[in-house]
């Protein structure tokens, strides 16, 4: 047999295939998503787990008239090849290529413009409502992984879903596993159902034989039968919740799943199939460690290593928590579900009492926090800038308030690279300025940030210290530099001009000062409140230059022309940041040299200003 994948272009060719080039077809995905990703870096053990499922929606359901709704959108990428994005599919997560995750704008195939987690049943739903309504008639699958549906916007659509009763499938892909192992009671729920399973089966057909046939067994059973009787029961809280629930059956049964999927999709109300599936299927590494390859940088698909990274500023917060909470005893640190990204491994191992991983749900994290602050403790909220905008109101309304002692520390602030828009944390500054109480830091180094980390705790309110997803010198263990709250630091002396910057584009500012005397750098650590005292020195006697590795409107360019015009001072001015537009994925130096933020668009300010600066190359 040739290849089955070169004779699909759509997901119609589907239809004509046999049974076997289907197997054989699951089994090409694997390989061109392993071979690109190895190039690429890329969701790999999520986009393996759901590969046969992909293949029996596409058989089964008629994409792009059915509505093929991907939850995160990270598993998604058998569904790009078969859907007439195989010839690009090599240029995933590349500047200018396709983006690592479903996108409307993208194909008309995308059903949801996803990145962040829990967004597909309530889409689905306001789908079914809007289809209804306009008269008509086709089918709706949302596909959800068990980490997402530990946020509470997918149970709160869900709420919604069993009272309203509109038809829709929604496939539970449960692998027990979000990006680390997966938290909560649903979670542990669903491992009882597992296990339920297994024990009915083993009753049904003599554990002998279920060891020798499973996972074939559906295909032995008499399947209408079978799939009737998973209707289950009572106790299973769907049931509750109004939704018809079958399963749980295994999610790599590709026969099976085409059966079950011909079965379901006609029926009324809303149904949950629930299927359990193996992260990182099919490629050994990935299946024995699906926490690393969840998104591995690239690899060599012959011999898969796991790359040492660099010491990143995660690792940098994560190495001071872990020392601090030795020296504070009501530091308390949470995570939703970000244990790994946010550095938090050894923290969670040794102060695992003081530790909570509370699933995907950042407003649970940060309100969790305030109540640790209500009763005398000093949580920190490790959170990713671009997930920090789902606890916006909790921000407000549960902490700053009553001004709470919680510290958010916000990383991948900043443009994050090849994940692309929905991931730029480019906008926490813009929203967390105009909340009062608020204060807004930023370090320099991992030494500054330890530095922050400890005052932050004396000084007490709600505190957000963001830093860049890039690597950082690591700091000495046991050092804790003092700093002067709320002030700014100058790092080199000028005649004409200042470049004021912080985090990341620092070192952009100090590349683009060189040696020459006429610019100086000031490191503006404090974003909120502003150090005025040293910005009304400069902007007396300077240049400016603000520069910053987020949004120009509403961030810390404008917080400046925003003091200014209160200390009525006009200084000869360029704010610096990215413009207000979308900013697709690609790699982080490029994007920030296309928005002029970098060292040449800094020197382009100044020439602007009449500070004419020649490169130090
Ligand atoms: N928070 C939000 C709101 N969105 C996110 N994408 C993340 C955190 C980071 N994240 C990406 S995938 C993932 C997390 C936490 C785990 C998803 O688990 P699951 O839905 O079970 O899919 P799996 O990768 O296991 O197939």
Known sequence: MGSVLDQVDTPEDLKRLSEAELLQLAEELRSEIIRVTAQNGGHLASSLGAVELIVALHRVFNSPTDRILFDV??????????????????????????????KVSESPHDAITVGH?????????????????????YKIVAVIGDGALTGGMALAALNKIGELQKDLLIILNDNEMSISQNVGALNRHFRTL??????????????????????????????????AKLVLHQENPFYAWGLRYVGPVDGHDLKSLIY????????????????????????????????????????????????????????????????????????????????????????????????????????????TGAGLALRGMKPVVAIYSTFLQRAYDQVIH??????????????????????????????????????????????????ELRAMLKKALEVGGPIA??????????????????????????????????ILAFGKTLRYALEAAGEDPRV???????????????????ARGFKLVTVEDHQAMGGFGSAVLEALARLELK?????????????????????HAKAGIDAAGIRRALAALGVTLTASE
């Open 260 to 367: 079950l999927l011909e079965h379901l999709k006609s029926l009324k109300g809303p149904t949950i199939l629930h299927v359990v599936t193996k992260k990182g299927k099919g490629y050994k590494v990935a299946e024995s460690d699906p926490v690393y390859w969840h998104g591995p940088p690239g690899f060599d698909p012959q011999n898969p290593q796991k790359i040492k990274k660099g010491y990143s500023w995660s690792q940098a917060f994560g190495d001071a928590v872990t020392e601090l909470a030795h020296l504070e005893p009501r530091l308390f640190v949470i995570t939703p579900a970000m244990r790994e990204g946010s550095g938090l491994v050894k923290y969670s191992q040794t102060h695992p009492d003081r530790y909570l991983d509370v699933g995907i749900c950042e407003d649970v994290a940060v309100t």
């Open 398 to 447: 549960d902490v700053a308030i009553e001004n709470l002692d919680v510290i958010l520390a916000i990383d991948r602030a900043g443009l994050v690279g090849a994940d692309g828009p929905t991931h730029h944390g480019v906008f926490d500054i813009a929203y967390l300025r105009t909340v009062p109480n608020l204060t807004i830091a930023a370090p320099k180094d991992a030494l």
């Open 194 to 227: 597992q296990v339920q399973k297994w024990v009915q089966d083993a009753e049904r057909f003599g554990r002998g034989v279920l060891e020798r046939i499973s996972p074939k067994l559906y295909e032995m059973a008499d399947r209408a039968k079978e799939a």
């Open 73 to 102: 959108g990270h598993q998604a990428y058998a569904h790009k090849l078969l859907t007439g994005r195989k010839d690009r599919f090599h240029t995933i997560r590349k500047e200018g290529g396709l983006s690592g995750f479903t």
């Open 117 to 137: 987690a829990s967004t597909s049943l309530a889409n689905a739903l306001g789908m079914a409502l809007a289809r209804d309504l306009r008269g008509e008639t």
């Open 465 to 498: 210290i963001r830093y860049p997803r890039d690597t950082v010198d690591p700091a000495p263990e046991g050092v804790w530099p003092e700093i002067a709250w709320g002030t700014w630091e100058v790092l080199k002396e000028g005649r004409e001009a200042y």
């Open 571 to 591: 200084p000869e001015i360029r704010v610096l940041g990215l413009p207000d537009r979308f900013i697709e994925h690609g790699g982080i130096p490029s994007l």
């Open 520 to 538: 100086g750098v000031v490191n503006a650590r404090f974003i909120k409140p502003l150090d005025e005292a040293m910005l009304a020195r400069l």
